[in-house]
């Protein structure tokens, strides 16, 4: 089960304390139950849009059919942390819809993003990340990013 980190107190990351957690934990990877807790605790400051996509996430992890792949997950944070920045739980959250969650039909869950933030909030630098994961990340021949 993905339900600590390092950032956070893990003993408020149980499903006894979190009865809003997907049927399914065994299927959420820490980047993305972390950004849930933090929004959905209320530990960070976000808009009301934020935590209506934490109720719309929740819908789309609990279904059947609905598969993350921890491998690349853990391979996109690692080599963003390696060769750009430290990621926030929200870049690792962003990542690991864009890289890692599929249905079983090898087709992404969500295939549409939009990435609206502030200045200052690295949008730039993470965009810049996950291009150059996209080249080695999927199993597309001659990838055009």
């Not at 079983?104 to 690295?122: A, I, P, Q, W």
């Not at 994961?133 to 199993?139: G, K, R, S």
Request: a positive charge.
């Amino acid at each position: 089960m993905y339900w600590t980190s390092s950032r956070l107190n893990p003993k408020k990351m149980t499903m006894a304390t979190n009865k809003n957690f997907p049927k399914h934990p065994q299927k959420i990877h820490h980047a993305i139950s972390e950004w849930m807790y933090l929004v959905e605790s209320g530990e960070v400051v976000t808009c009301k849009e934020q935590k209506d996509l934490m109720q719309y996430v929740r819908k789309k992890l609990d279904q059947e059919d609905v598969i993350i792949d921890v491998e690349k997950i853990e391979k996109v944070i690692e080599r963003s942390e390696k060769y750009f920045f430290p990621l926030h739980p929200f870049q690792t959250f962003f990542l690991s819809f864009v890289v890692g969650v599929y249905y079983k039909d090898n087709t992404l869950v969500f295939d549409e993003y939009l990435f609206l933030s502030g200045r200052g909030t690295g949008k730039n630098g993470l965009l810049s990340a996950l291009a150059f994961n996209l080249v080695d990340i999927n199993d597309v021949k001659k990838y055009n990013v």
